[in-house]
């Protein structure tokens, strides 16, 4: 979390960082006392489209980057990014150098943008890495998915359901080139210690 802060703070203001709590909170609070928080008091019971659909809530009307808790990241991605940022391009940051079993996996329609995003995608392109940008214009159907996701469903779904059934462009941007993974097991743990002592 203090790679996230510090790679943000670099090229965003830290009053506009907002982190969704809820196991360990007093911790995370404690540590990092100048960042803004939302509380899901049922995390124990829901999955992401739940904690996100609380943040994204309290930013009705705005443009929306928001990055899972677990991604490790050179914070030259954030540049790379950030065009599409400011032609309000909703995205979700792909990997396509590997598509592993159990990541979040997408495909892509006719018109270049996803088709499909989830970890049962068959043929899949590449690898969601976790970091993701909804533009203002498409917040409201988003929001709209997300409330009509199961509690234990991933947000991927939400996206999912904003295409398949509102026609929302999400593009796939490729971030190949710059160091970034998910830290879930052990092993993710490792590969990412030695990625940043490179």
């Avoid at 703070?9 to 928080?37: C, W």
């Avoid at 599409?84 to 079993?101: D, H, L, P, W």
């Avoid at 392109?125 to 234990?152: K, P, R, W």
Wanted: proline share 2%.
């Amino acid at each position: 979390m203090q790679m996230q802060v510090e790679n943000l703070s670099r090229h965003f203001h830290l009053d506009a960082i907002q982190v969704v709590v809820g196991f360990k909170k007093d911790l995370i609070m404690e540590r990092f006392p100048e960042l803004t928080y939302i509380y899901n008091p049922f995390f124990d019971q829901t999955n992401t489209s739940k904690s996100l659909l609380m943040a994204l809530r309290k930013n009705r009307g705005e443009d929306v980057l928001w990055l899972n808790g677990d991604v490790v990241f050179d914070h030259r991605l954030l540049e790379a990014i950030r065009p599409f940022i400011e032609v309000r391009t909703s995205f979700v940051a792909v990997n396509t150098s590997k598509v592993g079993e159990e990541e979040v996996k997408y495909t892509l329609s006719d018109q270049g943008t996803i088709k499909a995003l989830s970890k049962e995608v068959e043929g899949g392109l590449g690898e969601a890495v976790g970091i993701n940008f909804i533009a203002a214009e498409d917040l409201e159907v988003f929001i709209s998915h997300l409330e009509a996701c199961e509690d234990n469903d991933y947000f991927e779904k939400g996206l999912e359901r904003s295409i398949e059934k509102d026609g929302v462009q999400i593009q796939a941007l490729d971030i190949s080139q710059f160091d970034c993974m998910e830290v879930d097991f052990k092993q993710d743990l490792d590969k990412a210690n030695s990625m940043l002592r490179k």
